[in-house]
């Protein structure tokens, strides 16, 4: 009798942002490779930069196969099923077959003719894929190629609940076209990395994963997790391998230093994601692969709202899918192929029970506030870009406009939100951007009372050098609709702390803030920031 899995855990929402994360994280890591893929090897001083170009060639921002291969898995994850049955093999493989046909903008050569072989084979996509793949991997000593490895991350998001089940499941998605033992290995590390990430916000689930190996293999893979932790990335030069490519991941995340939280000098621990996926990039050679893999297991740690906003709204690719998408894919699969209670993240348009408006930004008149009444476009406002605080539907913002949509991953709840200096700081210094682009931007969040002034004060801050609690005073007088940021300590905190150097001894004027505003001091989990050294293993 086949074993049930448990149900995926309920995600509270530093775990949700987590699970959003693991795509899109792979997804900004494949696009920030792909311009250098076998190309020479960039220096410590060199920026990676998603210009597009590569093997391809790509668009700025887009993603190759890695991505387009998990996307193929994604689709059939995301309706919930278990994906070690057989009809999800199938589908999955029928999926690999039609991007193949259609899509693929680059196909590694194994997979390629594993493809091939199987298109003309009878029975079911699965069964004769699989059949390939074995026969290919029986005949031949270098199967063990780095294809399977790229696109995993999402199988991880399907059995949060139950880590054997994952085990299982990732032995038999790798096995349709990468059934070697060192590649079925790869993959149930990574996917018990990245399904501790997301549950429990570390890195300690790679090693975690030696017990999910066959007993005759753990130490061999103790010693390589050894050796990528000891070494560089660019020392694992023949990273078209799967023990190579994982080194060079593995090795970027754990020897890059998490930054410590100073606000107001714009460190931030996020930025690890970041910093991790661009030395994971200067590793050279399959350079949109190894930051394809790093940037699985970054996403489920440091969560969507920990990638750059810049790179969000970047990335894109096959089939014709942004980052909304990516982050719909990886919270559907997440939460077994369901919405939660008002539809997200499928629904076209989120209900709004508030009266739309929209005002200018005291400090810019270029700058609208408003609510999600205002961006669902009930009244007109004359704006050409917009920058959303909280959770929108798949739907158009502002039907019938063509603006720029920029989609920030903030929660209006104490203790929510993992990575909040730097959310906040990301969001205003993405309005300055529009601003200094000529773009009028409509900021709003869904009532436009708590995120949208802080984003606001802080982008103040930043544009004309307005200190904290005048452009807090001057916000709460012109948001006539309502004002609950001083019932958020920690939002209202943190628009303090960007804009106050730390002090010795890490006071900031916070304190004498909240007593001049009045804010109370309400429940939660402290601020937001989370700074624990975790580079992996102890």
């Not at 014709?320 to 629904?347: K, M």
């Not at 502002?398 to 200096?421: I, Y």
């Not at 006071?507 to 001091?521: E, Q």
């Given at each position: 009798?086949?074993?049930?899995?448990?149900?995926?855990p309920?995600?509270?929402?530093?775990?949700?942002d987590?699970a959003?994360?693991v795509l899109?994280g792979?997804?900004?890591?494949?696009?920030?490779?792909?311009p250098y893929?076998?190309?020479?090897?960039?220096?410590?001083?060199q920026?990676?930069m998603m210009?597009?170009?590569?093997?391809?060639?790509?668009e700025?921002?887009?993603?190759s196969?890695?991505?387009?291969?998990q996307?193929c898995?994604?689709?059939?994850?995301?309706?919930?099923a278990?994906?070690?049955?057989?009809?999800?093999?199938?589908a999955?493989?029928?999926?690999f077959?039609?991007?193949?046909g259609?899509?693929?903008?680059?196909v590694?050569n194994?997979?390629?003719?594993?493809?091939s072989?199987?298109?003309?084979?009878?029975?079911?996509?699965?069964?004769?894929?699989r059949?390939?793949?074995r026969?290919?991997?029986a005949?031949?000593?270098?199967?063990?190629?780095?294809?399977?490895?790229?696109?995993?991350?999402?199988?991880?998001?399907?059995?949060?609940g139950?880590?054997?089940?994952?085990a299982?499941?990732?032995?038999?998605v790798s096995?349709?076209t990468?059934?070697?033992?060192?590649?079925?290995?790869?993959?149930?590390?990574?996917?018990?990395?990245?399904r501790?990430?997301?549950l429990?916000?570390?890195?300690?689930?790679?090693?975690?994963?030696?017990?999910?190996?066959?007993?005759?293999r753990?130490?061999?893979?103790?010693e390589?997790?050894?050796?990528?932790?000891?070494?560089?990335?660019?020392?694992?030069?023949n990273?078209g391998?799967?023990v190579?490519?994982?080194?060079?991941?593995?090795?970027?995340?754990?020897?890059t230093?998490?930054?410590?939280?100073?606000?107001?000098?714009?460190?931030?621990?996020?930025?690890?994601?970041?910093?991790?996926?661009?030395?994971?990039?200067?590793?050279g050679?399959?350079?949109?692969?190894?930051?394809a893999?790093?940037?699985?297991?970054?996403?489920?740690?440091?969560?969507?709202?920990?990638?750059?906003l810049?790179?969000?709204r970047?990335?894109?690719?096959?089939p014709?899918?942004?980052e909304?998408?990516?982050?719909r894919?990886a919270?559907?699969?997440?939460?077994?192929g369901?919405?939660?209670?008002?539809?997200?993240p499928?629904?076209?348009q989120?209900?709004?029970s508030?009266?739309?408006?929209?005002?200018?930004?005291?400090h810019?008149p270029g700058?609208?506030?408003?609510n999600?009444?205002?961006?669902?476009g009930?009244?007109p406002v004359?704006?050409d870009?917009v920058?959303?605080?909280?959770?929108?539907?798949?739907?158009?913002?502002?039907p019938?406009?063509?603006?720029?949509h920029?989609?920030?991953?903030l929660?209006?709840s104490?203790?929510?939100?993992?990575?909040?200096?730097?959310?906040?700081?990301q969001?205003?210094?993405?309005?300055?951007r529009?601003?200094?682009?000529?773009?009028r931007?409509?900021?709003?969040?869904?009532?436009?009372?708590?995120?949208?002034?802080?984003?606001?004060?802080v982008y103040?801050?930043?544009?004309?050098?307005t200190?904290?609690?005048?452009?807090l005073?001057?916000?709460?007088?012109?948001?006539?609709?309502?004002?609950?940021l001083?019932?958020?300590?920690?939002?209202?905190d943190?628009v303090?702390?960007?804009?106050t150097?730390?002090?010795?001894?890490?006071k900031t004027?916070?304190?004498?803030?909240?007593?001049?505003?009045?804010?109370?001091?309400?429940?939660?989990?402290?601020?937001?920031?989370?700074?624990?050294?975790d580079r992996?293993?102890?």
């Amino acid at each position: 009798m086949a074993r049930i899995p448990a149900p995926n855990p309920k995600l509270d929402a530093r775990a949700a942002d987590r699970a959003a994360g693991v795509l899109l994280g792979a997804a900004v890591g494949d696009a920030l490779g792909v311009p250098y893929e076998f190309k020479a090897t960039l220096s410590e001083d060199q920026q990676p930069m998603m210009i597009g170009g590569g093997l391809g060639p790509y668009e700025p921002g887009e993603y190759s196969d890695d991505t387009q291969m998990q996307v193929c898995i994604a689709q059939v994850a995301a309706t919930g099923a278990d994906l070690r049955d057989p009809q999800a093999l199938d589908a999955i493989a029928a999926n690999f077959q039609g991007w193949l046909g259609e899509g693929a903008s680059d196909v590694g050569n194994q997979t390629s003719l594993i493809l091939s072989i199987a298109a003309r084979a009878p029975g079911s996509a699965g069964t004769a894929m699989r059949d390939a793949a074995r026969e290919y991997t029986a005949g031949n000593a270098r199967s063990a190629g780095n294809g399977s490895l790229m696109r995993t991350g999402i199988v991880a998001l399907a059995h949060l609940g139950d880590p054997a089940a994952m085990a299982e499941a990732a032995i038999a998605v790798s096995a349709l076209t990468h059934p070697d033992p060192d590649c079925v290995d790869a993959c149930v590390l990574w996917c018990s990395g990245i399904r501790t990430a997301v549950l429990d916000g570390t890195f300690d689930g790679v090693r975690a994963g030696l017990d999910l190996l066959p007993a005759e293999r753990r130490d061999t893979w103790t010693e390589r997790l050894d050796e990528a932790e000891a070494h560089p990335p660019r020392h694992f030069t023949n990273n078209g391998w799967v023990v190579h490519a994982l080194q060079a991941a593995w090795s970027a995340i754990t020897r890059t230093t998490v930054p410590e939280l100073s606000p107001a000098e714009g460190s931030f621990p996020a930025q690890h994601l970041q910093l991790a996926l661009e030395a994971a990039v200067r590793a050279g050679t399959d350079t949109d692969t190894v930051a394809a893999i790093a940037g699985a297991l970054l996403g489920a740690r440091w969560g969507s709202s920990g990638v750059p906003l810049e790179w969000q709204r970047a990335v894109n690719g096959w089939p014709d899918l942004n980052e909304a998408d990516l982050v719909r894919l990886a919270l559907l699969t997440a939460r077994g192929g369901s919405d939660d209670a008002g539809g997200w993240p499928s629904t076209p348009q989120l209900p709004s029970s508030h009266p739309g408006f929209a005002i200018p930004h005291p400090h810019d008149p270029g700058v609208v506030l408003g609510n999600l009444t205002t961006a669902q476009g009930v009244e007109p406002v004359d704006v050409d870009a917009v920058v959303s605080l909280c959770r929108m539907g798949t739907g158009p913002v502002l039907p019938g406009t063509d603006v720029e949509h920029v989609r920030v991953w903030l929660v209006d709840s104490q203790g929510d939100n993992a990575n909040l200096h730097y959310v906040l700081d990301q969001a205003a210094r993405e309005v300055l951007r529009l601003r200094q682009e000529g773009r009028r931007v409509l900021l709003h969040c869904y009532a436009g009372q708590s995120r949208t002034p802080a984003v606001a004060a802080v982008y103040s801050h930043l544009a004309v050098g307005t200190d904290p609690r005048t452009a807090l005073k001057d916000l709460r007088t012109v948001l006539v609709n309502g004002w609950h940021l001083s019932e958020h300590p920690e939002l209202h905190d943190a628009v303090y702390e960007l804009a106050t150097p730390t002090a010795p001894g890490g006071k900031t004027a916070r304190a004498v803030s909240r007593k001049n505003s009045g804010a109370r001091r309400h429940g939660g989990h402290g601020h937001g920031d989370d700074g624990r050294q975790d580079r992996g293993p102890a």
